[in-house]
């Protein structure tokens, strides 16, 4: 079963492929090397090849033949990528020449040597390549024709649809555990009536991933005695996969009518279900529903408007998005059984008890299997039941050491379940599933991370709805979320995990094209490495070995190598020498993703610039202190994660040559000094996390002036060293509408070389993007704040920080920034006075703000309220006011809200009626 299933990304592989050769940038180049007629060649044969897939996906399950056919297909389509992606980069290196001023050609040629030796070698090297890659093409291809490959429309799995098994309304009560609450919550929905929605058919959908039992969920509630009794008409549709509207309204009438035979037009089916619903209170459950079209919705619901109020429809799905087309009320997400319920079902199954009274030699082997089924009931009753009458210990143990996809489908119902939600997924999203059996089970990953991994590696091909492939790969994430193939860690919400059936299903589909190293390799338990695989991971130990990584050094085509965990912290970080990690750079000539997060790595080899296909690099957490200046040949990097660098310096001079990078993360490089020079290069720039003004104005802003792409964070540090005040209008941030997160920092050490006017003149210059919700200006030295801080044209800034501002003496006029919920303002050591200034001369001041804080104001004595203010229109949505190390303020203002609470702090002179305000914190 391994990798069968894995075989039908290769549309989608082929589609890629078929893509690149007809990009106009490669044609034109081709053209002019007079290699197009064999690119054209090529594209021909390989759109033949893609015509026959959906039959080969098909047949390679009966025939063999067919499965060594697409096994060698997809070595060759990597082979394939390999030489175009070589193609292109020799035609962007022509360009990038062509392009150049004449003075500039020499320097641009030394930098693209080390990528292309020598054009006239190369070229016939190139030429020669594609010649060879395309009579390899004609030979597989015309091997199809051999296998009695036809070419067909729609994927295999249109022609087993019909093999669905079907579910009914019936339910044996007694073997279902766990879900008491579950269907009292769905019994209280279906007999409350909600007037609101009588215009609206009223939805209950039900949400969960495959085996959760959404199915029997749906089953205990419509045989409940109380839920028959109050509706006049009920009926149950297994919609499955084909939601054809005809058929399902049919289906309907048939079961409220059985009278109803011979009507197929959809208009008298829906004219006859319309007269039969007509004034009757109505329950109808549709199981199983997959369609996201809206259309084809409202089509199916036009006869049930006309139920009385109270009609009720429950829908089951594993899809969030056909919960959002059908809810008129918030869907109910199943989740997994405890430990206990899925015990009592899998005993239930498997000794026709619900415990081990009588088998106890069974039991903790028994406890066991339960716990791998992480609550799942379907995975519960299927292992139940394949132990069935078997009461030897051998046999329970054996389930321990085998996998739920090596059994036979006729005795377990996990991998039909599972294998359904994989069939229906689009080949994008299966190619980037499989991707993710890289992952052991119950690692926890990031999202965004995941998703720049799937664009290194070329998932991501764009399209007219997402210009950005980050974009792009964010749909597919969220796709892949909502069918439950990924969860939510319940350690942390930010991070997923998938279900350890998900993970084993993902293994099964992978095949030997992805492999992942564990911790048993050392006692030989791992099965080797193919030397056919293209995508590996492994754990990180505290010191690795040059034998540890023998079996990579013959796997040539090797695509990805990530240490795993990826953002593992430096203190428990493992170490590998230089030497192993130059002997292995050395023989993977062909990686498009590397992590080497978290080691004790002081610096690279110089090889590492050799990676010329190379788009991902992480080396977040580790030891490094510089970059060599080989990284800047890797033309093609798309992504440079350097976080976590505490000893990283500096980076290297020639960054600014790194013309495909997207993203640059320098998150929390302390003794990391300043940018490099030609950083305003990296035009494609998505991510910078901080920008760093040097000693002596060797950079300046301006090098911001043509990252128009920069989003997220940015926080520019250094602004003291600005010497020129035109450089902060070249730096452009106010057309920079993507930048949400913006931290303005200058020096702490305000000496006598600080100029006040100076820094207020750079800070006028640094208007923001309208578009920006956080904001921190920190160190600021000038006596006070710009005009554009006083205008309110942040329409959805929600958190703004001032702190260590010591040399101004008034506060900005902040009332007026509407949306603004968070201000903190911190070591505004010169202001003594709070006054109606701040307030930004509106009636009703800081209508959104929920906390506000003043920590170390050393002179601040006085705060107002506005003139003729009453309670409730100045802060009337505060929640909580933290005044800390404030000492010489003397009260507090009578015009705020009652309801606020207080946490107050080393402010001895503070006095006020603490009876006015709802709580109290720490108040010292």
Known sequence: MAGIVGEAVLSCFIQKLVDMVTSPELWKYARKEQVDSELKRCKNILTKICLVLNDAEEKQMTNPL?????????????????????????????????AQPQQGISKLRDMLSSLIPSASTSNSSMRSKIKEITERLQEISAQKNDLDLREIAGGWWSDRKRKREQTTSLVVESDVYGREKNKADIVDMLLKHDPSSDDEVSVIPIVGMGGIGKTTLAQLAFNDDEVKGRFDLRAWVCVSDDFDVSKITKTILQSVDPGTHDVNDLNLLQVKLKEKFSGKKFLLVLDDVWNENCHEWDTLCMPMRAGAPGSKLIVTTRNEGVAAVTRTCPAYPLRELSNNDCLSLFTQQALRTRNFDAHPHLKEVGEEIVR??????????????????????????????????????????????LMLSYHHLPSHLKQCFAYCSMFPKDYEFNKDDLVLLWMAEGFLQKTKEAARPEDLGSKYFNDLFSRSFFQHSSRNSSRYVMHDLINDLAQSVAGEIYFHLDGAWENNKQSTISEKTRHSSFN???????????????????????????????????????????????????????????????????????LKYLRYLNLSGSSIRRLPDSVCHLYNLQALILSDCKDLTTLPVGIGNLINLRHLHIFDTWKLQE??????????????????????????????????????????????????????????????HGIEELTMEWSDDFGASRNEMHERNVLEQLRPHRNLKKLTIASYGGSGFPNWMKDPSFPIMTHLILK???????????????SLKVLHIKGMSEVRTINEEFYGGIVKPFPSLESLTFEVMAEWEYWFCPDAVNEGELFPCLRLLTIRDCRKLQQLPNCLPSQVKLDISCCPNLGFASSRFASLGEVS
């Open 540 to 610: 990180r130990q505290h010191s690795e070995t040059q034998r540890k990584f023998e079996p990579f050094h013959k796997v040539k085509c090797l695509r990805t190598l990530v240490a795993l965990p990826m953002d593992q912290p430096v203190f428990s970080s493992g170490y590998i020498s230089s030497k192993v990690l130059d002997d292995l750079l050395k023989e993977v000539k062909y990686l498009r993703v590397l992590s080497l997060s978290g080691y004790k790595i002081y610096g690279l080899p110089d090889s590492i610039g050799n």
């Open 66 to 98: 067919v499965k060594i056919w697409l096994d060698e297909l997809r070595d060759l389509a990597y082979d394939v990528e390999d030489i175009l992606d070589d193609f292109a980069i020799e035609a962007l290196r022509s360009s990038l020449i062509m």
């Open 675 to 736: 940018m490099p020079s030609q950083t305003g290069n990296l035009t494609k720039l998505q991510t910078l996390s901080k920008f760093i003004v040097g000693e002596g104005n060797n950079l300046g802003l301006r090098e911001l002036k043509n990252l128009f792409d920069l989003r997220g964070q940015l926080s520019i540090l250094g602004l003291h060293n600005v010497m020129n005040i035109r450089d902060g209008r070249d730096a452009n941030l106010e057309s920079k």
């Open 804 to 818: 260590d501002c010591k040399r101004c003496t008034s506060l900005p006029a902040l009332g007026q920034i509407s």
């Open 372 to 417: 791998r089924c992480k609550g799942l009931p379907l995975a519960a009753k299927a292992l139940g039941g394949m132990l069935r009458n078997q009461l030897s210990r051998d046999a329970w143990a054996n389930i321990l050491t085998s996998r739920i996809w090596d059994l036979p489908e006729d005795k377990s119902h996990i991998l039909p379940a």
